[in-house]
């Protein structure tokens, strides 16, 4: 699969975006814009040369999803995690996950209080606005489950009881796609959680020189500082539901979720959770470029990776390679007749 025809967010079809743009608001609040802007500055001087998985990132953020990182160890997976959270002024934590963790390892329990004499709810790791889940798929199923309402409905639910997790909540997981012993597979409910998926792939050398010499003298992103609070976050991703999605570019992202559901290669196609996952980050991605309005290159862009985890192919043999599975999304989106 060639990784840098699913991450950049660029658009070259000027046409069809002046055609769009001449019946919506052209621009995003300069507040948002210079906001967006600092965070993703911030988190790219230390996570350098990857400007696509960064923006893939923040498009998760912006739109309120969260984030599969699938890649070998050292690429810099754990490292952006750092750099986001190091950028917000936010509670972050991170779960190394193992096959021994079980769900109230990260939920939390409740235990009796000698002192007060009543049952205390200990909140565990999963309460914090952005949550690493390292090697998310070497833990067992069932705590893997644990995840699916905290993700999916902002809460976990303890001995009948409701727990509301702070907002805005993030989890980014990483898994290792190549290993294979002693793992335990995300099932497709908990795949169809995640709002993207990413690969990070290595840097250029260029690059790469960079980051060696920017690690002279420690860590780079131990240093960093938070530029946005999470008040701010909260009015930034506000502003993603306002941006304005023309009908021509919902029917043409919609030709793509159908054609899933027909294709030969696909026993599983796009469901419609992953229409609207779709819907939200190209609104999203809009935002991150200034715009108050999507365009077709936005749905070209991000179907791979919203789009491909939730599919299933037909061969045995790749009914979970997320390289097939790309592969087949992508000779969707190249045929899919864009709006003109």
Same mark, same amino acid.
């Given at each position: 699969?060639?990784?840098? /025809?699913?991450?950049?967010?660029?658009?070259?079809?000027?046409?069809?975006?002046? $055609?769009?743009?001449?019946?919506? %608001? &052209?621009?995003?609040?300069?507040?948002?814009?210079?906001?967006?802007?600092?965070?993703?500055? @911030?988190?790219?001087?230390?996570?350098?040369?990857?400007?696509?998985?960064?923006?893939?990132? =923040?498009? +998760?953020? =912006?739109a309120r999803g969260h984030v599969l990182i699938e890649d070998v160890p050292g690429v810099g997976k754990t490292l952006v &995690? /750092? +750099?986001? !959270?190091?950028? #917000?002024?936010?509670?972050?934590?991170?779960?190394?996950? %193992?096959?021994?963790?079980?769900?109230?390892?990260? $939920?939390?329990?409740?235990?009796?209080?000698?002192?007060?004499?009543?049952?205390?709810? @200990?909140?565990?790791? =999963?309460?914090?606005?952005?949550?690493?889940?390292?090697?998310?798929?070497?833990?067992?199923?069932?705590?893997?489950? !644990?995840?699916?309402?905290?993700?999916?409905?902002?809460?976990?639910? $303890?001995?009948?009881? %409701?727990?509301?997790?702070?907002?805005?909540?993030?989890?980014?997981?990483?898994? @290792?796609?190549?290993?294979?012993?002693? &793992? *335990?597979?995300?099932?497709e409910s908990q795949l169809d959680r995640f709002l993207v998926r990413l690969s990070i792939g290595y840097p250029s050398r260029?690059?790469?020189?960079?980051?060696?010499?920017?690690?002279?003298?420690?860590?780079?992103?131990?240093?960093?500082?938070?530029?946005?609070?999470?008040?701010? #976050?909260?009015?930034?991703?506000?502003?993603?539901?306002?941006?304005?999605?023309?009908?021509?570019? &919902?029917? *043409?992202? =919609?030709?793509?979720?159908?054609?899933?559901?027909?294709?030969?290669?696909?026993?599983?196609?796009?469901?419609?959770?992953?229409?609207?996952?779709? *819907?939200?980050?190209?609104?999203?991605? +809009? #935002?991150?470029?200034? /715009?108050? *309005?999507?365009?077709?290159?936005?749905?070209?862009? #991000?179907?791979?990776?919203?789009?491909?985890?939730?599919?299933?192919?037909?061969?045995?043999?790749?009914?979970?390679?997320?390289?097939?599975?790309?592969?087949?999304?992508?000779? $969707?989106?190249?045929?899919?007749?864009?709006?003109?």
């Open positions: 699969m060639d990784r840098s /025809r699913t991450g950049s967010f660029r658009s070259n079809q000027q046409g069809r975006e002046t $055609i769009i743009a001449s019946t919506t %608001t &052209t621009s995003t609040p300069q507040h948002v814009t210079d906001a967006i802007a600092r965070l993703r500055g @911030n988190i790219e001087s230390v996570f350098l040369g990857k400007p696509d998985v960064v923006d893939g990132v =923040l498009v +998760a953020l =912006l &995690t /750092r +750099a986001l !959270a190091k950028s #917000l002024d936010c509670a972050f934590r991170r779960v190394q996950f %193992t096959p021994d963790l079980l769900p109230s390892d990260i $939920i939390g329990s409740t235990v009796f209080d000698s002192k007060s004499s009543q049952f205390v709810f @200990n909140e565990g790791p =999963l309460f914090a606005h952005i949550v690493l889940a390292d090697e998310i798929n070497r833990t067992s199923p069932r705590t893997q489950s !644990a995840l699916l309402e905290a993700m999916n409905e902002g809460h976990v639910s $303890i001995d009948g009881k %409701t727990h509301r997790l702070p907002q805005p909540f993030l989890v980014l997981a990483t898994q @290792n796609p190549f290993e294979f012993e002693g &793992t *335990y597979p995300l099932p260029e690059e790469e020189e960079k980051l060696l010499l920017s690690h002279r003298r420690g860590e780079p992103v131990d240093e960093l500082s938070p530029v946005m609070g999470m008040d701010e #976050l909260r009015d930034v991703q506000a502003a993603v539901s306002e941006v304005t999605v023309d009908e021509s570019v &919902t029917h *043409y992202l =919609l030709d793509i979720v159908h054609a899933t559901r027909e294709h030969s290669s696909l026993r599983i196609g796009v469901s419609t959770r992953g229409a609207l996952a779709l *819907y939200r980050s190209c609104q999203a991605a +809009a #935002l991150l470029r200034g /715009r108050a *309005y999507a365009v077709p290159d936005d749905v070209k862009e #991000l179907a791979v990776r919203v789009l491909a985890h939730r599919v299933m192919t037909r061969s045995p043999m790749s009914l979970h390679d997320a390289e097939a599975s790309s592969e087949v999304i992508q000779s $969707i989106v190249d045929h899919a007749r864009p709006p003109e």
